[in-house]
């Protein structure tokens, strides 16, 4: 890095313009049809797709119940931090997430619950089982894992999505099996 830089400012402060090319707004018009005749993504993508965002919207609905209601469902809790939800925004996350590789990382905002889970999701459809597991068990010992496999069912796929959406919400409520042990609840 240079310890200086001239500038002129009679150069820098030169009337001029700047050009654009031309930017399309609202161009996309190709329905699921389309995009499966092209074969741009699959039709069981789709599907997983459509989960997803199902599953980060019903992790979204059901943190605003306990925070405007004080439960969900029957089971009540008094949540008492904030509640920055992401609402109408599952598309732009799990679209994203379904094209990165699992090395990538993404840095989420105060609203970036959907995120976070609609990157595990990708990375868990990614992931072989041995993976999986290996990940499960060697994070902070196992801690989040031994919570949720007591009541698993299903494959190795279907825990880890309870251990993702698990160790989330205990994050979110400040419990030690949340994935940085409550310490960001």
């Known amino acids: 890095m240079p ?17 654009f090319a031309p930017i399309p ?11 499966l005749a092209a074969g741009n993504v ?20 059901m943190l605003d119940s306990v925070k405007k209601q004080g439960h969900y469902r029957d089971i009540q809790y008094n949540h008492r931090g904030p509640a920055h939800l ?3 925004q599952e598309a732009a996350a799990v679209g994203l997430a379904f094209l990165l590789g699992i090395e990538d990382h993404i840095y989420g905002s105060h609203r970036s619950h959907g995120e976070i889970l609609a990157k ?5 459809q990614k992931l072989d089982d041995e993976a999986l597991m290996s990940i499960m068990r060697g994070y902070f010992d196992g ?12 494959g190795v796929k279907d825990l880890a999505i309870d251990y993702l959406v698990y ?9 030690e099996a949340g994935f940085n042990k409550g310490l960001g609840g």
């Open 167 to 175: 160790g989330a919400l205990a994050e979110i409520f400040a419990r």
């Open 3 to 19: 310890k200086a830089v001239m500038i002129d400012p009679a150069q820098a402060r030169a009337k001029s313009f700047v050009e």
């Open 25 to 35: 707004v609202n161009q996309y018009d190709k329905t699921v049809t389309d995009e």
């Open 120 to 124: 595990g999701l990708s990375a868990i």
């Open 143 to 154: 801690n989040c894992l031994r919570v949720v496999e007591k009541d698993a069912t299903g």
């Open 86 to 88: 992401s609402i109408g």
């Open 42 to 61: 699959a039709r069981d993508d789709h599907l997983r797709i459509q989960r997803d965002m199902m599953l980060v919207r019903t992790f979204e609905n």
